[in-house]
């Protein structure tokens, strides 16, 4: 309770607040000074900033040499940290953990539904951006498809991004941010097959046929969950 106090406390700041959400969204390290040019500040403010929200673990900071000789960079990153504000409090993570593991105490059949329930979250979830379009989803145009895709991984928590090829039948989706993965580190090959499903379900949701495939998994390492789909429109 007393982390979760000082974590309102340092984001009640309303330009400490909308820091924090734009290293969110940037997906890479920031420097002072670009959080001073991105929100118009003087660079000892900026830095004050980004100091507080490094004082609760939001984010963390690392010194790199400049190769002029000069004072050498900070760099400040996400922290690996997870930001849990609840009133009162609330673990849903020891609720996912016994979740998975009832699941798996089932055998290969609890796993097997675990996947087609995570494959079925995800399609309902897309098809519920869908529904604000007032068409059905086969006249939507592509472009339009791949909104509601933004905007139900978005609202998933996957801070996403997404890359189209010239010919509009691949889709190369990179998550910054898995809400999964506190879980998953326990349980890697479940959770993250369960992961895949629902990416499939909200694919298979928009477009006529839709594969999946997982190329980067940040649980070895890498900056991001990235997926190529192959789909039909």
Do not use: W
């Not at 984010?59 to 930001?83: A, C, F, H």
């Not at 009162?88 to 675990?114: H, M």
């Amino acid at each position: 309770m007393e982390q979760t106090l000082k974590i309102t406390n340092v984001l009640s700041d309303p330009t400490r607040y909308h820091i924090y959400q734009y290293i969110t969204k940037r997906h890479q390290e920031v420097t002072v000074q670009d959080i001073a040019d991105s929100f118009n500040i003087h660079p000892n403010v900026a830095r004050l900033h980004l100091s507080k929200l490094e004082d609760v673990n939001m984010l963390i900071s690392k010194t790199k040499k400049n190769g002029k000789g000069g004072r050498p960079s900070r760099l400040y990153r996400l922290s690996e940290d997870v930001v849990q504000l609840h009133f009162p409090f609330r673990d849903y993570q020891l609720l996912s953990k016994i979740a998975i593991q009832t699941i798996l105490s089932l055998g290969e059949e609890g796993k097997q539904a675990l996947y087609q329930t995570g494959k079925q979250f995800g399609y309902e979830l897309a098809a519920k951006n869908t529904a604000y379009a007032n068409q059905p989803i086969e006249s939507l145009p592509f472009e339009q498809k791949i909104r509601i895709l933004k905007s139900a991984a978005t609202m998933a928590g996957f801070s996403p991004e997404l890359h189209i090829n010239e010919d509009q039948t691949k889709i190369y989706f990179q998550i910054f941010n898995c809400p999964f993965k506190e879980v998953a580190v326990n349980e890697p090959e479940v959770v993250c097959t369960m992961h895949n499903a629902f990416l499939s379900g909200m694919f298979q949701s928009l477009f006529e046929a839709a594969e999946v495939v997982e190329k980067e998994n940040m649980l070895e390492g890498c900056a991001s969950c990235s997926y190529q789909a192959i789909v039909t429109n």
